[in-house]
């Protein structure tokens, strides 16, 4: 039963640790690999996962979402090659706070200019986009400004934490640290096994070496046990993995029986 839930145990473990190794390697591919040159959109095999920061785009429609939110956009490689229609969600780079930063915003396309641009806005705004340092002005996005297309896919409540992960203390706490617990653990597994390795070689050796020796079938038992006795006496004394066992020389417990009939008649 305990060798059940021990390796029951192992199980659950192993699957844990596969499944934080792989949103690891999925969270760092989306830190570090980004479209165009880091100015573009996080980039994990042509979807880009985008949080969505504020409720501008929330509503009743069914690709409408809200703050919080993780959305999985499609990566446009070439804005100005690609042909987009009014209605379309898009992900571009604005500056929203006049601050000169630019930040990702994921709006609709609601007008296309004459000059091939799009007026944007949120669903629930009141008004198009517009130039932070002048109100009045209509802030327009250019097909090259593109850098992904939203087609529905998201997943509520996720954006927060891909936030937190992307901070400091959420990329320690998230990749780092439990890939050390990783290492530790397997470090941890391979020391036993080698323990048990160890152990299980020298008792087989002194079984072969006993049952190849001239003795009968109950002093080999009886060395057998005087053997395993030892050698529980020495592991607890010295806990460390035996390097190598040792193995008694054929014919050594008989000649001890021998003797000690010899003493008693």
């Known amino acids: 039963m305990k060798k059940t839930l021990t390796k029951i145990f192992n ?21 570090f690999a980004t479209t165009r040159g880091g100015e573009g959109v996080p980039n994990v095999f042509g979807k880009a996962p985008i949080s969505v920061l504020s409720d501008s785009m929330a509503g ?3 690709d409408n979402f809200n703050k919080g939110d993780l959305l999985i956009c499609d990566v446009v490689k070439d804005g100005a090659e690609t042909n987009f229609e009014v209605g379309e969600i898009v992900t571009f780079r604005e500056d929203l706070d006049g601050n000169g930063e630019l930040e990702l915003v994921t709006h609709r396309l609601y007008e296309q200019n004459e000059n091939g641009s799009f007026k944007t806005k949120g669903d ?10 002048n109100t009045t002005i209509f802030s327009d996005v250019y097909p090259s400004d593109i850098l992904a ?3 529905g896919s998201k997943i509520p ?14 990329f320690f706490l998230c990749i780092l640290l439990p890939m050390i617990i990783f290492f530790i653990y397997q470090a941890v597994r391979v020391i036993i096994n080698a323990m048990a390795y160890s152990k299980e070689k020298g008792r087989l050796a002194a079984e072969e070496a006993i049952q190849n020796s001239e003795l009968t079938e109950e002093q080999k038992a009886k060395a057998i046990a005087e053997y395993l006795e ?12 035996e390097e190598m066992a040792e193995t008694p020389e054929p014919g050594a417990s008989l000649d001890t029986e021998e003797k000690s009939d010899e003493a008693s008649q």
Do not use: E, W
């Open 11 to 31: 199980v659950v473990i192993d699957i844990l640790i596969v499944f934080v190794l792989i949103i690891s390697v999925i969270t760092l591919i989306s830190v």
């Open 149 to 151: 297309v939203y087609h």
């Open 60 to 62: 009743d429609k069914d």
């Open 230 to 241: 030892a050698q529980k006496d020495k592991q607890a004394q010295d806990p460390q993995p």
């Open 124 to 133: 629930a705004n009141v008004t198009y986009d517009q130039n932070p340092s």
């Open 157 to 170: 409540g996720l954006g927060n934490f891909v936030d937190f992960i992307r901070s400091p203390l959420g």
